[in-house]
């Protein structure tokens, strides 16, 4: 009888045998091929199913049906396979996808191409969305602080009681940064020194910054890289934004955006009003703000002819009166005090109309008119001057699988007219350039891409100037990728640049074409980048590090001959090195940026070597962000400058700056408090910022903030 039983319990045996199967599956990533360890395997009705070992593999036993497994991997979309069992092969081979992160979704305008920013080999640094909205709580009337913050550029302020800045990118001068709104040319020569200071952020979408030479595109002045303002687009839901601000140094800033698509038309209007009173917290008798007020309209109007043809007609309006100085004579105790006025117009007008041909090509035709006045008025002095410049642009790009072609032309007109009111001869210029270009992006496989351009300008006066440019993308694996690039640039010579700003255009002699060179440069650049998560995916983590080399030939240089300042070509050269890392870890709702720039600018001529002045070696950027989602903003924030070489043969002190903001969320309100510089770091503890007398004073270099502690806090309101 034992025996039968164990007859039948054996057979039984064999039989539940039979019916499963032992499957085993292969978890791989769709573009490297490489094995995807720990990958979670779950079926209904199936308990304990194994996790993918360091080969990618798991084996495992099913029953005889049809089953669906579900795989899914930290970074990638889950997949579903389905398997009949029994399995005809010995292995089942899944491919896993990345997902699409957050910056797949966003266009990057400034390389021209249809490839999302992982795919591009040009490196570009952008700033949008939320990250854009923080910094505007900071400084809702322009764009220093959204700026200054980014590892590399630095906001030099040109004047101690106007406030003028301009933008430095890796150590080099303002001039050899090009600024763009929308791909357009509006403030350069004339313009550029308040550019920064009347530029409010709360209609653009979105900031893109590219490091180095990018004139093949954009042409002269984008040496040390360029920045482009990308404006708000109208969508299908309507879009209606107020911003208003206070500040404890006397600030109001109120501004307004609507935006919303009606059917074949489209509408954007941006218009804000910022001034602020005279503001003097060091108590020496001079503004460290200015007192000023300026009102901004910027409407733009989008018609949809087709749906292959649009066209965008905008104006940008912008007027203020800037006044600086003494502070009796601001509040007209002291008439013969010493002032600072800065009256300024700007306008201009740009139109696009863009067609597309099919799904891989379209033609682009841009125009742009500009007209910028200035008065600039001190004690016994005055500078008055009207720069008029077009922009006109005809592109076309065919966007490929494999390979993206752009090529275009343009003309770029830049006069400059100045009212004689002094016996120093008049700075009058026309330039005139007419440049062509074509660039090719090519997928040469999953991991290697690469993108060369190729420029050639005439440019009136000066001669033509052949521009090449070389890019090159290498994605080593998912997590691991790198940039190498390299080109040439130049700029053609005024007298607008940082030294001339600074003595407000007094006694400075024009520019003369004879003698005068274009200066030249060639730069290059290496990153590598790296991200990852671990902690079971609550951990994100990324890295990237940047290496770059600069060189200037010709260097436009301003020096004193004993009664007049004059612009002398150089036979040297201004090189520019250093480094960047930036590291970005979140957790839960932490989020930390830490941002290391290290910079060596020279002046070389012969054996003589000088450091650039203004410009710190070491510099560190930190921010910790609290956020949870449409709730809660609180972010903490410190700056670290190191010593920097002033003009005077001096060294400026080392400093920090540090910042603390809150902001409460609603559906439709937030309510914020921003708390800027609040160690109240001054350059005026440090000593005094001019010699002379109150009446007459003789500024120095302005190497740290002059405003110190300030409280801001406003609402913004969105319907």
């Not at 399995?87 to 021209?112: A, C, G, W, Y």
């Not at 002291?334 to 139109?351: H, M, V």
């Not at 008025?377 to 494999?402: C, I, L, M, R, V």
């Not at 902001?663 to 800027?676: A, C, Q």
């Amino acid at each position: 009888m034992i025996k039968i039983c164990l007859m039948i319990a054996a057979l039984l045996c064999t039989a539940t045998l039979f019916g499963q199967n032992i499957l085993k599956v292969k978890v791989i990533n769709t573009e490297t091929k490489e094995p995807l360890a720990n990958a979670s395997i779950v079926s209904k009705g199936i308990e304990n199913l194994p996790v993918t070992n360091n080969d990618g593999e798991a084996k495992f036993i099913l029953p005889a049906r049809e089953v669906i497994l579900f795989i899914s991997y930290i970074g990638y979309e889950t997949k579903e396979v389905r398997v009949t069992i029994p399995f005809n092969d010995t292995l089942v081979l899944v491919e896993m996808k990345l997902k699409e992160e957050e910056e797949e979704e966003v266009i990057i305008q400034s390389t021209r191409s249809s490839r999302t920013i992982q795919d591009i080999p040009t490196r570009v640094e952008f700033i949008a969305g939320e990250e854009l909205d923080e910094k505007a709580n900071m400084k809702p009337g322009d764009i220093r602080m959204v700026l200054t913050e980014s590892t590399g550029i630095q906001t030099q302020q040109t004047s101690a009681t106007s406030a003028n800045a301009s933008i430095r990118i890796q150590g080099l001068d303002g001039r050899y940064t090009q600024v763009l709104k929308d791909g357009f040319p509006l403030y350069a020569g004339f313009s550029s020194g308040l550019g920064l200071l009347q530029t409010p952020p709360l209609d653009l979408k979105q900031f893109e910054v590219i490091k180095g030479s990018a004139s093949t595109l954009y042409g002269g002045g984008a040496i040390a890289g360029l920045v482009n303002l990308i404006s708000k687009t109208p969508k299908e839901q309507q879009e209606l934004k107020f911003h208003f601000d206070v500040t404890s140094a006397g600030g109001l800033n109120t501004s307004g955006f609507y935006g919303k698509k009606f059917g074949k038309t489209g509408l954007t209007v941006f218009a804000s009003r910022n001034s602020n009173a005279a503001y003097d917290p060091a108590d020496i008798g001079l503004s460290a703000i200015p007192k000023f007020e300026r009102y901004t309209l910027n409407p733009k109007l989008f018609v949809y002819f087709t749906p292959k043809t649009t066209m965008t007609v905008g104006a940008n309006i912008t007027t203020e009166k800037r006044t600086g100085g003494d502070m009796e004579y601001i509040k007209g105790n002291n008439p013969s005090g010493f002032y600072e006025f800065n009256n300024t117009d700007r306008y201009s007008t740009q139109l696009s109309i863009e067609h597309h041909f099919g799904k891989c090509s379209h033609f682009t035709f841009k125009n742009s008119l500009n007209r910028f006045q200035r008065g600039i008025t001190s004690p016994g002095y005055g500078f008055t001057g009207t720069q008029n410049g077009t922009f006109t642009e005809a592109t076309y790009a065919y966007h490929g699988d494999k390979a993206e072609w752009v090529s275009g032309i343009n003309l770029l007109t830049d006069h400059f007219k100045e009212t004689q009111l002094t016996a120093t001869p008049l700075r009058n210029y026309q330039q005139l350039t007419i440049g062509t270009f074509i660039q090719n992006t090519l997928k040469i496989n999953e991991k290697f891409h690469l993108e060369s351009g190729l420029r050639g300008d005439y440019v009136k006066d000066y001669g033509f100037v052949f521009l090449p440019r070389l890019s090159a993308l290498f994605k080593f694996n998912p997590k691991l990728s790198s940039r190498i690039g390299g080109g040439l640039g130049y700029k053609t010579p005024t007298i607008f640049t940082e030294e001339s700003e600074r003595l407000q255009y007094k006694n400075v002699l024009p520019v003369n074409d004879a003698v005068n060179k274009l200066e030249r440069s060639y730069g290059v650049s290496a990153d590598i980048n790296y991200k990852t998560k671990f902690a079971d995916g609550d951990v994100s983590f990324s890295i990237n590090h940047l290496f770059f080399y600069t060189r200037i030939t010709n260097p436009l240089l301003l020096q004193f001959d004993g009664g007049n300042y004059r612009f002398n070509t150089l036979t040297g050269h201004i090189d520019s090195r250093g480094m960047e890392t930036n590291i970005k870890v979140g957790y839960s709702d932490f989020k930390l940026f830490v941002g290391y720039t290290y910079t060596q600018a020279e002046l070389h001529q012969g054996n003589f070597k000088q450091e650039n002045f203004l410009t710190p070696r070491h510099r560190l950027n930190s921010v910790l962000l609290y956020e949870v989602h449409e709730k809660w903003k609180v972010g903490l924030e410190g700056y670290f400058f190191s010593k920097q070489r002033l003009s005077d043969g001096t060294t400026g002190r080392s400093y920090w700056i540090t910042g603390f903001m809150v902001e409460k969320l609603w559906e439709k309100i937030s309510l914020y408090i921003n708390f800027e510089n609040f160690l109240d770091t001054r350059q005026s503890k440090y000593g005094s910022i001019y010699t002379g007398s109150i009446s007459n004073p003789l500024f120095k270099d302005i190497y740290a903030p002059l405003d110190g502690f300030v409280t801001n806090g406003g609402i913004k309101i969105r319907l």
